[in-house]
Structures are given as structure tokens and as C-alpha cells.
């Protein structure tokens, strides 16, 4: 399986982002699918996630300001966030949920300007 991530970019804060993550393979569906994201410094930590049936979680960082969704027909993955703060700066990656070691990719760099 290949995922690709895309879509990040340089906005001021407050501004908004919307990631897209498309991936390889038939399987896809079948899966809980997550946002991941790692700040220069510090470890990866998972941003958000989707089950197979929709169910959303988000850490608390984000909660109320992203948005994941999934479209199962396209195989894609998104990260719909907004009110960006200066803390979001991070490379954000795609992942199943829990994470497989050998899915990640290249991630895309966020970079919010305060």
C-alpha cells in the first residue's frame, strides 16, 4: 500500500488547510485511517483518525478545528482544518490506524506564519 499525501502549504494563523491523502490498493475501505503529524523536535503523534464506518476521533489539540473524512469510492483520505495556530506547524502524514511502520510516506509540510 502507497499513500501520498498532499495539500499543505504556508498560511497565516487563523487561516485554513485541507489535506488530502490518496492510497493505493483495494483494502482501503476495510480500514481506520489516521492523520498523523511531527513538529520539528518533538515526536509523531496522531492528529485524528476515521474507522470504516466514519467514526471520528481527534486529539485535543485539534478538537474542534479539523475535520477528517474519507471517500471510500476515490480511495482518499482528508484533513479539513481550520483556525490554524502557529502550533500546527508540523509535517502531517497518513497512516492506517493503528499505524503500520512500513505505510508511511512522505507527508506533507504545514507551516503557519503567526
Known amino acids: 500500500v502507497q499513500l501520498q499525501a498532499s495539500g499543505g502549504g504556508l498560511v497565516q494563523a487563523g487561516g485554513s488547510l485541507r489535506l488530502s491523502c490518496a492510497a493505493s490498493g483495494s483494502t482501503f475501505s476495510r480500514y481506520a485511517m489516521g492523520w498523523y503529524r511531527q513538529a520539528p523536535g518533538k515526536q509523531r503523534e496522531l492528529v485524528a483518525s476515521?474507522?470504516?464506518?466514519?467514526?471520528?476521533h481527534y486529539a485535543d489539540s485539534v478538537k474542534g478545528r479539523f475535520t477528517i473524512s474519507r471517500d471510500n469510492a476515490k480511495n482518499t483520505v482528508y484533513l479539513q482544518m481550520n483556525s490554524l495556530k502557529a502550533e500546527d506547524t508540523a509535517v502531517y502524514y497518513c497512516?492506517?490506524?493503528?499505524?503500520?511502520?512500513?505505510?508511511w510516506g512522505q507527508g506533507t509540510q504545514v507551516t503557519i506564519s503567526s
Open positions: 476515521i474507522g470504516s464506518g466514519g467514526t471520528t
Open positions: 497512516n492506517r490506524s493503528p499505524q503500520r511502520s512500513d505505510y
